[in-house]
């Protein structure tokens, strides 16, 4: 951004003649970018018929380009003679800057063509913690890898602010729990996996391969809490009441992280999504649960009908990619 901002001041000195003082552009002084790549093609060859070679024109038509441009800066940028052509001082200190003029709008040309396309730009992501855990980094490392000039913008927030912030196109994507029903809203369903048990060091259930929800009944139990992490709390109520089980819920807490650094300390158990097994902290140690539906943590990817980002289709493209490899 420096460069393009010191290359387009320089641009603008180099807009006014000697003699008028008047900004190009004024009563039709303006160059055009033509005759930019016509000169520094000229002073690359310095011969005007082999530059004309190289630009798919004749020698007369370049002959003209260059004469107006010289009549727009005001000064000689070439000297001719009948057997030779060279630069004066004016065109060989003005040869570096127009060649930054045309490098300039090749790349704003590539890049806005890059956008249009979906090939670069930038994607507003909003996550969950949970999915922080393994779903997004396997996302952002896979993005970096295939979409190198997407720049992602990571937001965590719950599910009601993912909601408003898609609404607002602060972001472009979300993850949540649960799909989003609103007609102006896209949801798809990216990830469904397990529940495990996070148990402390020495618990007498780690001898078993599988436990159930009735395996919990009675025990310590650190829980997610209603107001925080109501989609889990609700989750487990449900499949504690099928399986008749009625453990001791001793703390409430929001994130998940949290209830594993309390099973560590051996404050109780808790049942958590099988990708926060990827958290590995000491003296935690995970068994399966075997529930109906099997897999019964789902993640949605969501976003708005009306989106108009191009990068948008790469990236659920990739997301959904990304997504078997999960559990």
Same mark, same amino acid.
Request: with cysteine; net charge neutral; hydrophobic share 45%.
């Given at each position: 951004?420096?460069?393009?901002?010191?290359?387009?001041? /320089?641009?603008?000195?180099?807009? !006014?003649?000697?003699?008028?003082?008047?900004?190009?552009?004024? #009563?039709?002084?303006?160059?055009?970018?033509?005759?930019?790549?016509?000169?520094?093609?000229?002073?690359?060859?310095?011969?005007?018929?082999?530059?004309?070679?190289?630009?798919?024109?004749?020698?007369?038509?370049?002959?003209?380009?260059?004469?107006?441009?010289?009549?727009?800066?005001?000064?000689?940028?070439?000297?001719?003679?009948?057997?030779?052509?060279?630069?004066?001082?004016?065109?060989?200190? !003005?040869?570096?800057?127009?060649?930054?003029?045309?490098?300039?709008?090749?790349?704003?040309?590539?890049?806005?063509?890059?956008?249009? #396309?979906?090939?670069?730009?930038?994607?507003?992501?909003?996550?969950?913690?949970?999915?922080?855990?393994? !779903?997004?980094?396997?996302?952002?490392?896979?993005?970096?890898? /295939?979409?190198?000039?997407?720049?992602?913008?990571?937001?965590?927030?719950?599910?009601?602010? #993912?909601?408003?912030?898609?609404?607002?196109?602060?972001?472009?994507?979300?993850?949540?729990?649960?799909?989003?029903?609103?007609?102006?809203?896209?949801?798809?369903?990216?990830?469904?996996?397990?529940?495990?048990?996070?148990?402390?060091?020495?618990?007498?259930?780690?001898? #078993?391969?599988?436990?159930?929800?009735?395996?919990?009944?009675?025990?310590?139990?650190?829980?997610?809490?209603?107001?925080?992490?109501?989609? !889990?709390?609700?989750?487990?109520?449900?499949?504690?009441?099928?399986?008749?089980?009625?453990?001791?819920?001793?703390?409430?807490?929001?994130?998940?992280?949290?209830?594993?650094?309390?099973?560590?300390?051996?404050?109780?158990?808790?049942?958590?999504?099988?990708?926060?097994?990827?958290?590995?902290?000491?003296?935690?140690?995970?068994?399966?649960?075997?529930?109906?539906?099997?897999?019964?943590?789902?993640?949605?990817?969501?976003?708005?009908?009306?989106?108009?980002?191009?990068?948008?289709?790469?990236?659920?493209?990739?997301?959904?990619?990304?997504?078997? /490899?999960?559990?």
């Amino acid at each position: 951004m420096l460069l393009f901002l010191l290359c387009f001041e /320089r641009i603008a000195l180099l807009a !006014f003649t000697s003699d008028t003082k008047k900004p190009l552009g004024v #009563q039709g002084n303006m160059f055009e970018l033509s005759q930019i790549r016509c000169f520094v093609i000229a002073a690359e060859e310095l011969h005007f018929g082999r530059a004309a070679a190289r630009l798919n024109m004749t020698q007369p038509p370049l002959s003209r380009q260059i004469q107006v441009l010289e009549r727009i800066l005001g000064v000689p940028l070439f000297e001719r003679t009948s057997r030779s052509v060279k630069l004066t001082p004016a065109g060989r200190v !003005f040869l570096p800057e127009a060649r930054r003029i045309v490098w300039l709008a090749e790349s704003a040309t590539l890049a806005a063509r890059k956008v249009a #396309q979906g090939d670069a730009g930038r994607i507003g992501i909003g996550f969950t913690a949970v999915s922080g855990y393994s !779903f997004l980094p396997q996302v952002v490392a896979q993005a970096r890898a /295939r979409l190198p000039n997407i720049e992602l913008e990571l937001r965590e927030m719950v599910s009601n602010q #993912q909601a408003e912030a898609l609404q607002t196109g602060l972001i472009d994507i979300g993850f949540v729990r649960q799909p989003m029903e609103r007609q102006d809203f896209e949801s798809e369903r990216v990830v469904c996996e397990g529940l495990v048990a996070a148990l402390p060091a020495g618990d007498a259930r780690l001898t #078993q391969a599988e436990l159930t929800m009735r395996d919990f009944d009675g025990s310590p139990l650190i829980m997610y809490s209603r107001e925080g992490a109501g989609y !889990f709390h609700a989750m487990l109520v449900g499949l504690f009441a099928e399986a008749q089980a009625r453990p001791d819920y001793i703390q409430q807490v929001t994130q998940i992280h949290s209830m594993l650094g309390l099973v560590s300390a051996g404050l109780g158990v808790a049942i958590v999504p099988r990708t926060a097994t990827s958290l590995h902290l000491a003296g935690v140690q995970y068994r399966d649960i075997a529930t109906v539906p099997e897999k019964p943590v789902e993640l949605y990817m969501c976003w708005r009908r009306d989106n108009a980002n191009p990068a948008l289709g790469a990236m659920r493209d990739l997301c959904r990619d990304v997504a078997p /490899r999960i559990v």
